[in-house]
């Protein structure tokens, strides 16, 4: 299980959060990064760029999270894979292993990552090796 604290203060109870997700030493492309609150409420998303960097969005007029804990996992963006020149339509893009395992690990149920947010300040490095 890993564990980390972002830490600062929002107003509105929704904290801005940004960073950037990476496996093994290696940016994570073509995913999305999931901030589920463990005491209920909306979940945040955001999307990796090329770079792994993401920025979570709690509504379509609100970038961020709500503060608390979270349950984090990240999926995979089929829809960024398809859009990638040889893709083939319709077909899943080929994986490496390496990307195989850190959805599997770090995919939907599977995923035992707990992040709490207090407050905006940098920002949030999930390095998952």
Known sequence: MAGFLLVG???????????????KGKPVTNAFVNFVPA?????SMGETDAAGKFTLTYDPQTKG???GKHKVFVTRNAAADAANPGAIPGMPAVMSGDQQELFHKYGGD????????VK?????????D
């Open 39 to 43: 005491d209920g409420g909306r979940p």
């Open 120 to 128: 905006p300040e940098g920002n949030l490095e999930l390095k998952w």
């Open 65 to 67: 999270a709500k503060a």
């Open 9 to 23: 203060c929002g107003s509105s109870g929704i904290v801005s959060v940004s960073g950037t997700l990476t496996y």
């Open 110 to 117: 599977n995923s035992t990552v707990v992040v709490e947010i």
